[in-house]
């Protein structure tokens, strides 16, 4: 058979499956459905147990104080006497509920940094950060230790609503990078041997405040 004759027959093929179109395999998989339905457990706690599966370090505070006072016994307990935190509100309000650990030290220097947080995603332990939420890039990625302090009003069931809030409270002035932090930075590139702290913290703390 020729080359043009083989031709033709797959044409003549392609041409009749056309006219007699086969239905989807799967109807439901044009994304106008979500894939995953929420669970039965509080947000709180799916999110925890989703962040310490990804070795990150999860702690409730019932509020203000109570989030200073763990930190301060952290920070006792570690010896961490260099944190950085580029964010103004954050550290006069941390300052004024006496929390006594910052310092003028240097990021590149600094024991442990701390942030804030756009929201978490609970199906994911994920922490959503924003260029806008940092302060820059750099914050809780280069340093040794990254704590997040977030609040129960920022935690959403599924990375699209994480967006979706992100969306909301930019709209069209877009930060110039969204990252979703799951625990420590990890590889097993090396010999399928894990290590942590690669391409970024080696520890994660997510300080989760109860707050309306």
């Known amino acids: 058979m020729s080359a043009s004759s083989s031709k033709e027959v797959i044409l003549k093929k392609i041409r009749e499956a056309l006219i007699d179109s086969t239905p989807l395999p799967f109807p439901l998989s044009e994304g106008t459905h979500s894939l995953y339905h929420p669970s039965q457990k509080d947000l709180e706690i799916q999110f925890a147990e989703e962040f310490t ?50 310092s003028d030290t240097s990021l590149e220097a600094c024991d442990a940094s701390i942030t804030t947080c756009e929201s978490l995603v609970a199906r994911t332990g994920s922490i959503v950060l924003t260029t806008a939420s940092q302060s820059g890039r750099t914050v809780s990625v280069y340093a040794p230790v990254h ?3 977030a609040y129960t009003r920022q935690l959403v069931y599924d ?5 979706q809030l992100v969306k909301e409270k930019f709209g069209t002035q877009l930060p110039s990078l969204i990252s979703f932090a799951s625990g420590p930075s990890r590889t097993a590139d090396i010999e399928k041997t894990l290590v942590t702290g690669v391409h970024g913290p080696k520890e994660v703390y997510l300080f989760l405040v109860d707050k309306p």
């Open 147 to 149: 704590i997040c302090v």
């Open 53 to 102: 599966k990804l070795q990150g370090r999860f702690a409730f505070c019932v509020d203000i104080a109570d989030l200073c006072n763990q930190l301060n016994l952290l920070l006792a307990e570690k010896k961490w006497a260099a944190i950085f935190c580029n964010e103004t509100a954050l550290k006069q309000q941390l300052s004024a509920a006496a929390f006594s650990g910052f």
């Open 159 to 163: 990375i699209k609503d994480a967006l």
